[in-house]
């Protein structure tokens, strides 16, 4: 898992987690990076993170969550045509200030893989839904 803003930053690798406390206690603090949208580059990253530890029999999903405009929409969308090929399965998520069709090109188009709010504090009301369609076992 990484953030992003002007360069992405790591903040878990999920190949290496203890377990899920540690999992959870990283995740929550994780800052939120402020600057610039540089899109594609979370896009690369997460190609670059999940491509060569690949595993075919668990299918692998990339999560990306933006509050702002990419700063490049071209090479988002390639980044995101890059993530599609290679076989991620993409979900996009705007928060307030996004822009639809960058999300539609994040998550190829599905519209069951793509969501939106307007604020943070409504995340919480798409995390069970995207959670179900992530891990169809999810409870």
Request: aromatic share 6%; net charge negative; with cysteine.
């Amino acid at each position: 898992m990484s953030t992003f803003s002007s360069s992405v930053n790591p903040v878990v690798s999920l190949n290496f987690v203890a377990d899920w406390d540690t999992l959870k206690a990283q995740i929550l603090g994780a800052a939120h990076s402020k600057g610039g949208t540089n899109t594609h580059l979370a896009l690369d990253s997460a190609i670059a993170q999940t491509v060569p530890l690949r595993r075919t029999d668990i299918p692998q999903n990339v999560v990306v969550l933006t509050d702002g405009m990419s700063n490049n929409m071209p090479l988002t969308t390639e980044a995101a045509h890059r993530a599609l090929d290679a076989g991620l399965e993409m979900f996009a998520v705007g928060i307030g200030n996004y822009d639809v069709n960058e999300l539609k090109e994040i998550s190829g188009y599905r519209q069951d893989r793509l969501f939106t709010v307007d604020q943070f504090n409504e995340l919480v009301q798409v995390l069970r839904t995207l959670s179900r369609r992530i891990c169809p076992d999810y409870k």
